[in-house]
C-alpha cells in the first residue's frame, strides 16, 4: 500500500477524536470539521485502487454530507457510525484497527499490532456517550437494570418535592410555586408553550439575511458603543475562522462582563446584514462546553414563565429533574395501550417533549401526550357512565304509553321523523332497567320540547313525578305556562319552583312536592336547592344543559332514588366538544326542522345603515307583526348591558317607533314584571321588544318576525344563532339584521357564516374552530377539562381512539383490579380529584 494513500488516511482519521472530545461542534479543525474531512476523504477514493478502499471512503464521505447543517443529536450519530467505516478502511490500508472502545472511552490505538499498547484520547466517557451510548459498558447497564427493577419503588415519586432537584431548593422552590410547580409530576409536566428551532447550524460566510440559525466560534471583540444619551450598544463579535458575526445587545452593559475574548461560544436568532456585517440581536447563547446544549444548537424549549424566573433556569432544573430521575418513571398508560400505538415510554416521552431531538420527535411524543390527557379524561367519563347504570338502581318505567299516545292524539301536528327516532330511543332508556343518560341535541325550532313533554309524561303514568330544570326564570315560566295549557285535558298538576316566589306560596308548593300533589314541577336552580324533597321522582329533565354545570345535574338526579335524566340543548355541539363535555351520556340529535318553517333570512349591515333598517323593521310592524331589539353586550357587565338596554329603548320609543309601543326586558326585572312584560308582547300589545340576552333561549313568539341585534360583533356565533332562533317560530317570513362593523379578521368572518347558513351544526363547528372550546359558550364552560396538550379539533382522531380504549379498559376491569390499572386509578384520585365513590368529577 502506497505511503501516499496511508498519508491521506491519517489526515482523514486524525480530527475525528477531537471533534468526538468538542461533542459535534464542528470545530475540531479551524474552518469547520465537515469542510476538512469532505475533502480529504474524496481524495482518499480518488487515491485509492482497490475497489473496497474506494467503497468504504465513499461510505466514508456519504456519512459526513451535510454535517454541518444537522442537529447536534444527528452528528452525534454520524462520529459514532464513523468509527466502524475507519476501522474497516485502517485494516484494509494499514492492516490493523484505529479506533478501540474500552470501558467507555475512545482510545486510539499506537503504531502497533498490539491493542494493548493504546494511549488515550482524554475523552470521558460522558463525551462519548452522548454521541451514541459509549462503549460496551456493562457497569452502566448494570447500573441501568438495577434503576428499572427499582422503578416500581420510585412510581410514587412525582409526589417528591421540587426543592431536593438541584438547583432548585427552598428559595426557587417558592419562585417556581407561582407556576403552580410543587412536585416533581409538576415540574416534568411543566410543557414548554413553544420551541425555538436552533438546530440549523451554518458556517458565518454561508449566512444569509433573515435567516434562523446556530453558530459557534471564538470571542474576538467586544465593543462598547454609545451613540447618543442613554443608548449603550454591546457588540461581541465572533469568529468560526470563516468570517465574523455581530451579537448586539441595546442597553445591557452586563454583557461586556459575560463573554471572554478566546472563548468559544453559540449564538442563536435571526440573522440581518447590516453595514457589511452580519449581525443578531439579542442573540440567544450559551458558552460551548461538554455538558451538552440547552439553550442553542437545537430545537429549544420555550416555556410559560413570571417575572423572576427565567427560561434558562427552568430550562436548566428540568434538565436535572430528567437526569436524576431517569430510568425511575413508571409508565401510566396500559401496555395493551402502549403495544397499539407503539408509544414510546414515559421517561423518553418527556425527555422527548422537553428536549426534542428533531421535529419528528417532538411530533411523536406530543401525539403520546395528546393521547394520555384525553384517554384519562375519557377514563373519568366511562366510569361515570358505569356508575349511573348500575342494575340495582335505575327506575324500570312501565311500557304502557296510553297517556302519551293520548296527547299525541290531541296536538294539531305530527311528529317529524327525526322527534320520532329521538322517541324511540327515549322511551326504550325509560323503560330498561338502567338509567337513561342522555343529551338531546337539536336546533333551535327543530321540537325538544314536545319529546320532553313525552318523557315527563311517561314518568307521570308509572306513577313517578317528573322534573324540568331551565336556565332563566322566563325560561321556566314558559315551560310552566306550555305545559299547563297543553296538559289541562289529561288532569295533571304542574308546579313551578323559582326563586322569585313568595315565602308563602314556595311552602304550600314544597309540601305538595313532598306529597306527590304535583306531578310536574318546572323550576330554575331552585329546584336543587335544599330542603326540597320529591315524593318520587321519576325523571329529570335539564333544560340547555350548557348553562349548567356536571355537580348542578347530578344534584337534580340526586332528588330522587336515581331518577332518569334528559338533557337537552339548543346549542348543536360539535361531536368533538360532546364527546369530550358529556361524553358519558348517550346523545340522540333532532336534525329535521318541523314541516311548513322557512328558513330566516339573515343580512349584516353596518351602524351606517340603521336608517334602512328600521325603516324595515316599521314596514314589518305595519304588516301586524312584531320585532326584537337586542342591545349590544357591554363588556362582561350585567348591569351595563341593561343600562344599555335601557337607554336603546327610550332612544326607539321616543326617537324612531313613537308611534308604536316599546317594551323593555333584562334579567334584573322582578319576575311578575318580566312576566307581564312577555305577556304583552305575547298578546302583540307590545310591538317592538328590546332586550338583553335574557331572550337568547327558550322564548317562543310565533307573530315575530324580525330579530335586529346591535353590535353583533361583540356576539359569537352560537350566541347570534340562538338569537335568531327566536323569530322564524310561525308561518311568516323572517328577518335576522346584524347591524355590525368588525375591525378583526374574525369578526368579519363571523358575520358572513352567520348570513350563509342558518344549520346550528355547521356554525357550531365554525365558532368552535374561531374561538376555541373554552370560549365556545361566550363563558368558560364549567367542567372543560384543562388540556395541556390535546386539542380536540386538531386531534378529534385521538380524541375517538382514546374513548373507544377508555370505554374497552372500564369494561374489562371496571373496579380497576389489575396491577398495571392501579397506577391510572391512583392518578385519577390524586391528580384529577376524582371520586370513585361519588362517581363524579369535582
Known sequence: MGSRLEDIFDKVVKPIPIEIKLRGLNTAVFGGFDTYILSWTKKLEEEANEDKIKSLSSKLHQLF??????????????????LDIVNDLAQEIKGRDIFLLKDGRLKVIKDSKSKDEVREKSIPKE?????????????????????????????????????????????????????????????LYYFPRDYNDWSQC?????????????????????????????MDIIKVGINDGTGTLYGVWFNQKYIKKIFKKGQSYLFSGEVKFSY???????????????????????????????????????????????????????????????????????????????????KKLLRKVRGRFAYEELFLLQLILALRKQGSQSEDLG???????????????????????????????????????????????????????????LALLKSVEGGFQGAMMAPTEILAEQHYLGLKEELKPFDIEVGLLVGS??????????????????????????????????????VAIVDEQHRFGVRQRATLQEKGTNPDVLVMTATPIPRTLALTLYGDLDVSVIDELPPGRKPVLTEWRGAKAKGEIYSFVRKEIEKGRQAYVVCPLVEESESLDIESATE????????????????????????????????????????????????????????????????????????LHQLRGRVGRGKYQSYCILIADPTTDEGKERMKIMTKST???????????????????????????????????????????????????????????????????????????YDFDLLDIS
Open 648 to 719: 336603546l329603548s327610550a332612544y326607539l320609543q321616543e326617537d324612531v317607533f313613537n308611534d308604536f309601543k316599546v317594551g323593555l326586558l333584562h334579567g334584573k326585572m322582578k319576575a311578575n314584571e318580566k312576566e307581564e312584560i312577555m305577556e304583552k308582547f305575547r298578546e302583540n300589545q307590545i310591538n317592538i321588544l328590546v332586550s338583553t340576552t335574557v331572550i337568547e333561549v327558550g322564548v317562543n313568539i310565533p307573530n315575530a318576525s324580525v330579530m335586529v341585534i346591535e353590535d353583533a360583533q361583540r356576539f359569537g356565533l352560537a350566541q
Open 65 to 82: 454530507e451535510g454535517y454541518g447543517g444537522t442537529t447536534l443529536d444527528d452528528r452525534h450519530s454520524r462520529l459514532k457510525r464513523s
Open 759 to 833: 344549520d346550528g351544526f355547521v356554525i357550531a363547528e365554525e365558532d368552535l374552530h374561531l374561538r376555541g372550546p373554552g370560549e365556545f359558550f361566550g363563558t368558560r364552560q364549567h367542567g372543560m377539562p384543562d388540556l395541556k396538550v390535546a386539542d380536540i379539533l386538531r386531534d378529534h382522531k385521538i380524541l375517538e381512539k382514546a374513548r373507544e380504549d377508555a370505554f374497552k379498559l372500564v369494561e374489562d376491569d371496571p373496579d380497576f383490579n389489575k396491577e398495571e390499572n392501579q397506577i391510572l386509578k391512583d392518578i385519577l384520585v390524586k391528580n384529577y380529584n
Open 276 to 358: 457589511g456585517n452580519f449581525e443578531i440581536n439579542n442573540p440567544h447563547y450559551e458558552e460551548v462546553d461538554f455538558n451538552g446544549s440547552l439553550h442553542t444548537a437545537r430545537i429549544v424549549p420555550i416555556y410559560p414563565t413570571k417575572k423572576g424566573i427565567n427560561q434558562k433556569r427552568l430550562r436548566r432544573i428540568i434538565r436535572n429533574t430528567l437526569d436524576k430521575y431517569k430510568g425511575s418513571i413508571g409508565e401510566v398508560l396500559p401496555s395493551f395501550i402502549m403495544d397499539k400505538y407503539n408509544f414510546a415510554t414515559l421517561d423518553k416521552a418527556l425527555e422527548g417533549i422537553h428536549f426534542p431531538e428533531d
Open 395 to 453: 327506575i324500570a318505567h312501565p311500557k304502557e304509553n296510553s297517556l302519551v299516545d293520548d296527547f299525541l292524539a290531541s296536538l294539531h301536528f305530527e311528529l317529524t321523523g327525526a322527534q320520532q327516532r329521538v322517541w324511540k330511543d327515549i322511551r326504550k332508556d325509560m323503560e330498561s332497567e338502567y338509567n337513561m343518560n342522555r343529551l338531546l341535541q337539536g336546533d333551535v325550532g327543530a321540537g325538544k320540547t314536545i319529546v320532553a313533554t
Open 202 to 230: 451554518k458556517k458565518i460566510r454561508d449566512l444569509s439575511n433573515g435567516a434562523k440559525v446556530t453558530v459557534e466560534g471564538k470571542v474576538v471583540s467586544i465593543n462598547q458603543i454609545s451613540p447618543r444619551r442613554g
Open 127 to 187: 463525551g462519548l456517550t452522548s454521541i451514541g451510548g459509549g462503549a460496551n459498558n456493562k457497569g452502566s447497564e448494570l447500573k441501568e437494570n438495577k434503576a428499572k427493577r427499582r422503578s416500581k419503588d420510585l412510581e410514587y415519586f412525582w409526589q417528591s418535592s421540587i426543592k431536593y432537584i438541584k438547583g432548585v431548593g427552598e428559595y426557587w422552590a417558592k419562585r417556581l410555586k407561582s407556576l403552580g410547580i410543587e412536585e416533581v409530576k409538576d415540574l
Open 501 to 538: 316566589l313568595k315565602a308563602k306560596e314556595k311552602r304550600e308548593l314544597l309540601a305538595q312536592i313532598e306529597g306527590g300533589e304535583v306531578d310536574i314541577v318546572v323550576g330554575t336552580h331552585a329546584l336543587i336547592q335544599e330542603g326540597i324533597n320529591f315524593s318520587n321522582l321519576g
